[in-house]
């Protein structure tokens, strides 16, 4: 249902951003030339529509929010990538490392506004409402990625501060998901702020499972590099609560992560074992499991539709359980 309708806001681009774009989506190779897609697992627009439902409302009626999400997620791809100079998404190399830098920036600028664009256009009685949330979303968006860029040069990162960074970074965009979507679907105020705690609680959750995945995943799964995150010294939620343990593994990290220059392969295998002993990895995952069940308190008290219930819980496991 989101595929096409993302399509054609895409086309509305300039074409200097928008063959960054349809390269960025998979839609087209370097050259232009159409390529089998591989996007990614658009998991905001499925939770767009199904907020929806689950207050009543037809899936339809909230296209153009799923795809407004969908445009600021990878608004904040297309500068991520940058930003941590990652090479590849996806399998394939990174928009700026085939288009330039400042190419890649602009049409990620340009996927934002065009996100704005869409919600106007809708014709929504409560899309200037909408247009509102999702701003909100995107300046907690970017403030958690600012407190994730400042942590990059400090040794002294709390849980707590780690946590809020996660808060903003990822959980404000799936929380304003599931609430312009029971937006769009004509929920109440108290269903649409049942919806926005669920998608948050989620997005949480996401990023604890994100973070595990980015010193364990398996490269050929997530299409990353065994143990980015460690390479890049990036101060993640297991990393900092394992940084933060006060155990002999917690200095030991702390000696390796700290030190200048590159860490060979032995000693981003060393990283992650220690992350593990200091505990870092068993508390993502039970936070992951324990933010899981939260969101599915607020969803209950949405009053959700059966079906819609049903999917979004299936979809809080698939995220909280997911290998890629």
């Known amino acids: 249902m989101v595929?096409?309708?993302?399509?054609?806001?895409?086309?509305?681009?300039?074409?200097?951003?928008?063959?960054?774009?349809?390269?960025?989506?998979?839609?087209?190779?370097?050259?232009?030339?159409?390529?089998?897609?591989?996007?990614?697992?658009?998991?905001?627009?499925?939770?767009?529509?199904?907020a929806a439902e689950a207050v009543g409302g037809k899936a339809a009626a909230a296209i153009p929010a799923a795809v407004a999400v969908e445009l600021i997620h990878n608004f904040s791809l297309l500068h991520d990538d940058v930003m941590d100079g990652d090479e590849t998404r996806r399998h394939r190399a990174t928009a700026w490392t085939v288009f330039g830098v400042n190419a890649a920036i602009l049409a990620g600028d340009a996927l934002q506004a065009l996100a704005v664009d869409v919600l106007a256009a809708s014709g929504h009685p409560r899309a200037l409402e909408a247009i509102r949330t999702l701003g909100d979303a995107v300046l907690a968006l970017l403030d958690g990625q600012a407190h994730d860029l400042d942590f990059e040069t400090r040794t002294d990162v709390a849980v707590t501060e780690v946590v809020t960074m996660a808060l903003g970074k990822t959980g404000a965009l799936l929380g304003a998901s599931t609430a312009l979507g029971a937006l769009y679907g004509g929920g109440s105020d108290e269903q649409v702020e049942s919806m926005r705690g669920y998608g948050t609680q989620l997005g949480l959750a996401f990023q604890h499972v994100d973070d595990l995945l980015g010193i364990w995943g398996d490269p050929a799964v997530t299409g990353k590099a065994a143990h980015t995150?460690?390479?890049?010294?990036?101060?993640?939620?297991?990393?900092?609560?394992?940084?933060?343990?006060?155990?002999?593994?917690?200095?030991?990290?702390?000696?390796?992560?700290?030190?200048?220059?590159?860490?060979?392969?032995?000693?981003?295998?060393?990283?992650?074992?220690?992350?593990?002993?200091?505990?870092?990895?068993?508390?993502?995952?039970?936070?992951?499991?324990?933010?899981?069940?939260?969101?599915?308190?607020?969803?209950?008290?949405?009053?959700?539709?059966?079906?819609?219930?049903?999917?979004?819980?299936?979809?809080?496991?698939?995220?909280?359980?997911?290998?890629?």
């Open 3 to 50: 595929a096409p309708a993302l399509r054609r806001a895409v086309t509305q681009l300039p074409e200097s951003m928008r063959v960054i774009a349809e390269y960025h989506f998979g839609w087209r190779d370097e050259h232009g030339n159409p390529v089998l897609e591989n996007g990614g697992k658009a998991i905001r627009p499925a939770m767009v529509l199904l």
């Open 229 to 324: 995150d460690l390479h890049s010294r990036k101060k993640s939620l297991p990393v900092v609560r394992a940084l933060t343990a006060d155990t002999a593994a917690s200095a030991e990290l702390a000696s390796l992560y700290f030190r200048s220059g590159e860490l060979s392969a032995d000693e981003l295998a060393a990283a992650a074992a220690l992350v593990d002993s200091a505990g870092g990895r068993a508390w993502s995952q039970d936070q992951a499991d324990e933010l899981h069940t939260e969101a599915l308190r607020h969803l209950g008290e949405a009053s959700p539709t059966a079906r819609a219930a049903v999917e979004l819980g299936t979809l809080a496991q698939l995220v909280t359980h997911r290998d890629h």
